[in-house]
């Protein structure tokens, strides 16, 4: 079954402060796990992806995994106005194109208030 | 500059008037694909191409069609609209040896069938 459950939000949140976004999910065959971030009226834009568990940090953002335990987190660092946007978790089986295709969650609406 | 783009970026129109959306891209990119984004579900994949006159259906195509005659056009067609079609929908694109996630995604199309 290919579900994914992320909290839509809003998460509002002071400027500077740490944020945390998550996912959980219930296919245990995913290995690859993205984090992409939509401004308003705009497309989704790659920010970060993770094949298997473990940490990945890039700059102020962090992404991590916890196949065990089906979870997935981004954790946003110095958080800026800047950064507010939908965040969207994703999921797959497989690297390439095809019928395995990505499994989006709903998206994480943040909101850094200046 | 590199770019998918799509057109109109917004449509409102009425239940069973066939139209179009066009996407293309300027990337020289053989894998496109169509999704629609609603609230509460998420990104769904509808259809996608792996290359000119390679398409197949994604996990929501009914209702929609495709056609990929040129390498920077894939079109989505709805030859009988109707008011569940209601959404936002996005074309990506990604090289052949890219993975799947690398995918870029057009501005989006707002349709809202009444």
């Known amino acids: 079954q290919k579900e994914v459950e992320q909290d839509p939000g809003p998460l509002s949140v002071p400027e500077g402060a740490i944020v945390s976004l998550n996912c959980t999910y219930s296919?245990?065959?995913?290995?690859?796990f993205m984090w992409y971030r939509q401004y308003s009226r705009k497309g989704p834009e790659l920010l970060m992806y993770t094949y298997s568990s473990g940490n990945k940090e890039d700059g102020r953002f962090t992404a991590q995994v916890d196949k065990s335990s089906k979870y997935i987190s981004l954790f946003i660092r110095d958080s800026q106005p800047s950064d507010s946007a939908t965040y969207l978790c994703?999921?797959?089986?497989?690297?390439?194109?095809?019928?395995?295709?990505?499994?989006f969650g709903k998206g994480t609406h943040l909101i850094i208030q200046p | 500059e590199a770019q998918v783009t799509q057109n109109p970026r917004y449509l409102i129109t009425v239940t069973g008037k066939k139209l179009t959306v066009t996407c293309s891209q300027n990337m020289n990119h053989e894998y496109m694909s169509w999704y629609r984004q609603d609230p509460g579900l998420g990104l769904r994949q509808i259809y996608y191409?792996?290359?000119?006159?390679?398409?197949d259906k994604g996990d929501v195509p009914e209702g929609y069609k495709v056609s990929r005659k040129e390498k920077r056009n894939f079109p989505l067609i709805l030859e009988s609209p109707s008011p569940n079609q209601t959404s936002l929908y996005f074309c990506?694109?990604?090289?052949?040896?890219?993975?799947?996630?690398?995918?870029?995604f057009g501005p989006g199309t707002r349709l809202t069938v009444t």
């Open positions: 990506a694109s990604k090289a052949r040896d890219r993975r799947l996630y690398e995918q870029y």
């Open positions: 994703a999921m797959s089986e497989r690297s390439g194109g095809g019928a395995d295709g990505l499994t």
């Open positions: 296919n245990s065959a995913f290995q690859y």
């Open positions: 191409s792996m290359n000119v006159e390679v398409t």
